[in-house]
């Protein structure tokens, strides 16, 4: 198989796990007999130093002749000053809308090798396995008006909450067919107690449940589902949302896996031009330090495999070279208790080369003795 990848380091902490997550994907070429191109675009804050814009035409252009596109992280104090259009968020919503990446999966998995690094302990984290399913080019972070205003000679703000009956309906149809290949349940979280769109979200997940008669749909305000994600996570399958409650309890949902730098996410689009990001963000803080974390990035490859190529074994392949480093101690600096030892970055990912190198030479001690 030849793919062509287009990769998008970003900001941050961004190039350094992208780095990492090549090196995996490149072994995996290796091993697997698999071509990956990478070709390299700009975003972010590194596009609006070297282009004037966070997402250049040529950064479109090169994803959309692409397989699949792989994202670091963008961000970072140098631009927090800039005027709203030229901040490097503005780059990741954009490319959100130009390649319609309308719905975002973020696996949440509890370790039992991390436990000691989550604030939850024991039985509560034990078969903690459901996916959160966000709607990712509607709501108030596109919504039409958003600015500040002078009314009355005082200054005034508003955000617009805009969505197409449409647009939640393709939503929550992939929530109810992710459902059906794992435990047949749809958790959809709304504020319909206030909020006319959430009303209107809810009638829809109604609607389409009924094409899904196999697969159990309940309803939850976002408010408990704040509080049953830590109460009793393991109620949940597939947990789908509108735009910003899905943002939120997403990196609240981080916690149970101990870190953001744990957490994958694939954003996918109707044309099956899909893009692979971890959950953090660009982390300026410890840029450049060798102590982040490529793990979510590396496992965002993996999704990679999974939703755009097929690869299910070679998918597989890296989640469980994940799990045997994870378990045999091996900690990045995130996953570690004050004063821990840790690896650096680049250490972690040849950790994972090296349990992949492992694993596919008992493979083939055993096809050969089959």
């Known amino acids: 198989m030849t793919k062509k990848i287009a990769v998008l380091p970003g900001d941050g902490i961004g190039p350094e796990v992208v780095q990492g997550a090549i090196e995996v994907l490149q072994a995996i070429g290796k091993y ?36 699949a596109v792989l994202l670091g992280a963008v961000g970072g104090p140098k631009w927090d000053q800039n005027p709203t259009h030229l901040r ?16 975002n999966l973020r696996p949440i998995q509890a370790h039992s090798s991390l436990q000691a690094k989550s604030p939850f302990k024991g039985e509560h984290l034990a078969g903690v396995d459901f996916v959160i399913v966000r709607e990712l080019t509607g709501g108030l972070y596109f919504g039409k008006p ?96 509108e735009n910003m409650f899905g ?39 410890i840029a450049g330090k060798q102590v982040a974390n490529p793990i979510a990035m590396i496992l965002s490859a993996a999704m990679m495999l999974r939703h755009s190529f097929g690869l299910e074994e070679e998918a597989g392949a890296i989640e469980k070279a994940v799990k045997h480093v994870l378990e045999s101690g091996k900690r990045t600096m995130d996953l570690t208790t004050l004063g821990g030892a840790f690896v650096h970055t680049t250490e972690m990912v040849e950790e994972i080369k090296e349990a992949l190198a492992d694993d596919f030479a008992i493979l083939n001690i055993m096809e050969a003795y089959a």
């Open 32 to 67: 697997y007999h698999h071509d990956f191109e990478f070709h390299y675009g700009k975003i972010g804050g590194v596009a609006i130093d070297q282009f004037g814009t966070p997402l250049p035409d040529e950064t479109i252009e090169l994803c959309q002749k692409s397989d």
């Open 88 to 103: 490097p968020e503005k780059g990741l919503l954009k490319i959100r809308k130009e390649l319609d990446l309308y719905a």
């Open 146 to 241: 958003s600015e500040r205003t002078q009314r009355n000679g005082e200054e005034t703000v508003v955000d617009t909450l805009f969505y197409k009956r449409k647009e939640m309906e393709r939503i929550i149809e992939s929530a109810f067919q992710l459902a059906q290949k794992r435990r047949k349940k749809v958790t959809s979280v709304d504020k319909a107690n206030v909020l006319e769109s959430s009303k209107l979200w809810r009638e829809v997940a109604n609607d389409v449940a009924r094409k899904f008669p196999d697969v159990e749909l309940e309803h939850m305000l976002v408010d408990n589902a704040a509080m049953q994600i830590i109460h009793r996570p393991q109620q949940f399958d597939v947990l789908v949302t």
């Open 247 to 285: 943002d939120i309890l997403s990196d609240e949902a981080s916690m149970l896996s101990g870190s953001l730098g744990m957490l994958p996410s694939a954003s996918l689009s109707t044309s099956g031009l899909h893009l692979y990001e971890p959950a953090h963000g660009s982390a300026p803080d």
